[in-house]
């Protein structure tokens, strides 16, 4: 019998029983066939027709035209339901679907709207600041150039530093103090930023770099909060998931993600519209004073949103390290879980490498897209000289990108399609918009073919967003175990910010046409890691997994027979491992059906305990047609119910029995 981790069936999700009344894999559970109604109700639990046939198959075990079919009729009758709730929403208030969105989106990705606001704004006002002082950050007559280019590399270093170090605060204080100190970091950052000064131009820069170091410690900090307490939202608490985890998480993750290209999108809307009011055109030359009031503002206008955010994660988000105090319940874990860090590296290191590996080749694409895009605008515009112009265009790349991000929130759950093709395309559609123009760049970027140029490189921010960029930071928040979820995917987010410092360090010796040259592999190798390493969980309910987890903690990882070790939900390399080995859903059937057996037991020992107190009697959460089942196949009595056969004893306390003892949950 599994650890009291493994179980907790919650609500009954609301999925549609067996019309028949009898279902293959009910059958003959502990000698004793099911009655239709029993049969209805256990399949209502653990087979969920949005994942298993009337015959009880898993999607991922039919055949491919069986699959596509079912996939399809599901998505379909999803997509309706959807839709019928936005018309009833809209039919009581119109402003409601608006409201909903804000509130499910783009409130929880808040921390990335303003993160990526303020991270890509510091490519974006570079250009200004060369402009209205060219001594200092052109021609480093004024100031140090050591100084002006660490402007890219210390960012980078503080992203890092925060990825790592909130990493692994998340996992040991909980979520939302993790989110509510990157919140806090992130506002003294905009201050420190706004304010930056000194009594020389070489100071301000000195004032300038280690502002931004600061704020980015916070900035790398959302990457692993909001990955985790996003991921956590959406699957919701109870060991059997709503039908919004299977078919929706990806989407509600990605949506909170896509807010960083907002974020992009608003800073340069409002650099643009600053830059037109102080300047009073767009056209250079600009002063001092108006490059001043431009860069400042644009710094002073999110410290307000980040204001708001810090108020709303201190008092609007109590329950957002719930899920992790759950597990670290179960398994009487206090302070950080060391135990599960060292095998989290044992057990799941070729997943370590997929999702650190993945990001760091994507972030070398990613970054060094902003880093050297300038430059590109400069090949397609040799004879542009303001900076109004970059912006513009900017303006176009950004927008391509959001166009990305939706379809990437669209597709992500499609489990035709799903995490990990969605990665292996965008990663080739990357390399082969960089490896065309490498080869022939005087065609395309100084001759006939700059339209082409320009259209390929605008495709590579696409396939960017439509794939790795999404991706990476989901897949890794999905991978892993709960108690160490925020410090894998720090480390996985820091491993890609080194990329990113790869980016930014290369292209300071290399020029352009070599950038295109040494780029395009970083594509073909994030690519192939996807596929021998990376597994995809697509359509699996993340509670499988948790189980999954609680068996290997406890010693027993051959035990467990679910769905979180079926070949689809492993990678190339696992599957090589044979750790599908023992995926049996018979057998997961009647294992999962005794687990529920020993937490119904446990329920009936507690209320028989508090009769025997003369205590207030519990309400009567299990079903008649559950209750009957057990109570009909009981093995022994003694006090009053049944101790189940299963209950092991191992290193790490009692497996089996009593998660329903703590509180009964209705079924």
């Not at 599994?2 to 919650?10: E, L, T």
């Not at 969920?48 to 999607?59: L, M, V």
């Not at 004032?207 to 931004?212: A, D, G, K, Q, R």
């Not at 993600?257 to 767009?282: D, E, P, S, T």
Request: with cysteine; charged share 20%; glycine share 10%.
């Amino acid at each position: 019998m599994g650890d009291a981790s493994m179980r907790d069936y919650g609500l009954a999700a609301p999925h549609g029983p067996n019309a028949t009344g009898r279902h293959v894999a009910t059958q003959d559970i502990a000698d004793v066939d099911m009655s239709g109604g029993e049969s209805a109700v256990f399949r209502t639990l653990l087979l969920p027709d949005d994942s298993y046939d009337a015959n009880g198959t898993y999607w991922a075990d039919m055949g491919l035209a069986k699959r596509f079919a079912f996939v399809s009729k599901v998505d379909a009758q999803e997509s309706a339901k959807e839709l019928q709730s936005i018309g009833r929403m809209i039919k009581a208030d119109p402003l409601s679907p608006i409201s909903y969105y804000m509130r499910n989106m783009v409130i929880p990705g808040a921390g990335l709207l303003l993160e990526g606001y303020v991270l890509f704004s510091i490519g974006n006002v570079k250009p200004l600041l060369q402009a209205g002082f060219p001594g200092c950050w052109k021609k480093y007559k004024v100031c140090d150039k050591v100084w002006t280019q660490a402007v890219d590399y210390l960012e980078i270093c503080g992203i890092i530093v925060g990825q790592i170090l909130v990493g692994i605060l998340g996992d040991w204080l909980g979520r939302r103090w993790g989110l509510i100190q990157d919140a806090v970091i992130m506002f003294v950052g905009l201050i420190m930023l706004t304010a930056a000064w000194g009594t020389t131009l070489n100071g301000w820069v000195i004032c300038y770099v280690w502002s931004l170091f600061f704020y980015g410690i916070g900035v790398g900090g959302e990457y692993p909060m909001t990955a985790t307490s996003g991921m956590e939202n959406a699957v919701g608490s109870g060991k059997v998931s709503t039908r919004d985890d299977r078919l929706h998480r990806g989407r509600k993750v990605t949506s909170a993600f896509l807010m960083q290209g907002w974020g992009q999108w608003f800073n340069q809307v409002i650099l643009i519209v600053l830059l037109l009011i102080f300047n009073h055109g767009a056209k250079p030359p600009y002063s001092r004073d108006v490059v001043q009031w431009t860069y400042r503002l644009s710094f002073a206008i999110p410290a307000l949103g980040t204001a708001w955010l810090v108020y709303y994660r201190t008092y609007k988000m109590r329950s957002a390290s719930k899920q992790l105090q759950a597990a670290k319940k179960k398994q009487s874990v206090t302070g950080y879980d060391t135990k599960s860090l060292g095998m989290t590296f044992t057990y799941f290191g070729g997943r370590i490498f997929a999702t650190a590996g993945t990001w760091f080749c994507n972030d070398v694409f990613f970054y060094g897209n902003k880093l050297f895009q300038s430059d590109f605008i400069a090949a397609i515009n040799p004879g542009s000289v303001g900076v109004m112009t970059n912006w513009e265009w900017n303006l176009l790349n950004i927008a391509v990108a959001l166009v990305g991000y939706y379809m990437a929130s669209f597709l992500i759950d499609n489990k035709l399609y799903g995490r990990k093709w969605m990665m292996i395309v965008g990663f080739m559609g990357c390399f082969i918009c960089f490896v065309i123009p490498a080869f022939n760049y005087k065609y395309f970027a100084l001759g006939a073919g700059v339209h082409r140029f320009m259209a390929m490189y605008f495709l590579s921010s696409f396939f960017n967003q439509f794939g790795p960029n999404s991706v990476t930071f989901i897949a890794a928040a999905e991978v892993f175990p709960t108690p160490v979820r925020a410090s894998a995917h720090g480390f996985s987010a820091a491993c890609g910010k080194l990329g990113a410092l790869t980016a930014a360090v290369l292209y300071n010796y290399i020029t352009t046409q070599q950038i295109f040259v040494v780029v395009p592999w970083f594509g073909l190798a994030g690519a192939l890691i996807t596929f021998l390493f990376m597994p995809d969980t697509t359509g699996l309910d993340l509670k499988e997994q948790e189980r999954r987890w609680a068996f290997i903690r406890a010693g027993r990882e051959h035990d467990y027979h679910g769905v979180a070790i079926h070949p689809q939900h492993l990678s190339f390399y696992e599957r090589l491992r044979g750790v599908g080995k023992d995926y049996n859903a018979e057998e997961d059937y009647r294992q999962r059906v005794e687990e529920m057996r020993a937490d119904w037991e446990a329920a009936m020992a507690r209320r028989a305990e508090e009769k025997e107190a003369h205590e207030h009697e519990m309400d009567d959460d299990w079903s008649d047609e559950v209750s009957s089942f057990f109570e009909r196949t009981r093995t022994g009595k003694g006090n009053g119910t049944t101790l189940s056969s299963f209950n092991q004893q191992n290193g790490d306390g009692v497996i089996g029995g009593g998660e329903y003892a703590e509180k009964p949950r209705g079924i």
